[in-house]
Nanobody
Framework: QVHLVESGGGLVQAGGSLRLSCAASGRTFSSGAMGWFRQAPGKEREFVATINWSGGVTYYADSVKGRFTISRDNAKNTVYLQMNSLKPEDTAVYYC?????????????????WGQGTQVTVSS
């Protein structure tokens, strides 16, 4: 079992930045891929970014490419999402997710564990 806790959300003006963190516990963090997803009101949960077990391979949704950066620190059992140049359309609850395998994925149903989410609100 893996327990994930997100933090770092909040209210920010358009053009600003936030860094989300996701602390993992319960298994060997460094062996599994991690991902970030988000869900806006009335919409389905969508893929944002993923990172493989070593941190050497990342992949992003087109909507955040060039603005967001996913990274991980296996010594701290933590994955991060640095969000720059935020837009009002980035407003959502952001979820951290973990896979039991080392390869990243953009598919929601390929993740085995989920955090509770952290709210990000971008004002115009």
């Amino acid at each position: 079992q893996v327990h994930l806790v997100e933090s770092g959300g909040g209210l920010v003006q358009a053009g600003g930045s936030l860094r989300l963190s996701c602390a993992a516990s319960g298994r060997t963090f460094s062996s599994g891929a991690m991902g970030w997803f988000r869900q806006a009101p009335g919409k389905e949960r969508e893929f944002v970014a993923t990172i493989n077990w070593s941190g050497g391979v990342t992949y992003y949704a087109d909507s955040v490419k060039g603005r967001f950066t996913i990274s991980r620190d296996n010594a701290k059992n933590t994955v991060y999402l640095q969000m720059n140049s935020l837009k009002p359309e980035d407003t959502a609850v952001y979820y951290c997710a973990a896979r039991d395998t080392g390869r990243g994925s953009s598919r929601r149903n390929e993740y085995h564990y989920w955090g509770q989410g952290t709210q990000v609100t971008v004002s115009s």
